[in-house]
């Protein structure tokens, strides 16, 4: 009787723990991949805004210079 009682609580054991550590895998793999997704969505955004101003400054400059 007591086999089976030890048997039966370090499954369960083992079982929480593994739950556990799936959880917090799953969770750090989250965030790593928000963390990528989000650094490269900033990357992309940052890039897209720089060559919208350069090409607006072209513009201008190029403007200026036909105007004057």
């Given amino acids: 009787?007591?086999?089976q009682l030890?048997?039966?609580?370090?499954?369960q054991l083992d079982?929480?723990?593994d739950d556990q550590l799936d959880d917090q895998l799953d969770d750090q793999l989250d965030?790593?991949?928000?963390?990528q997704l989000d650094d490269q969505?900033?990357?992309q955004l940052d890039d897209q805004l720089v060559d919208q101003l350069d090409d607006q400054l072209v513009?201008?400059?190029d403007d200026q210079l036909?105007?004057?």
């Fill in 1 to 3: 009787m007591d086999d």
């Fill in 6 to 11: 030890d048997d039966q609580l370090v499954d």
């Fill in 15 to 17: 079982d929480q723990l």
């Fill in 31 to 35: 965030d790593q991949l928000d963390d």
């Fill in 41 to 43: 969505l900033d990357d």
């Fill in 59 to 61: 513009d201008q400059l």
């Fill in 66 to 68: 036909d105007d004057s």
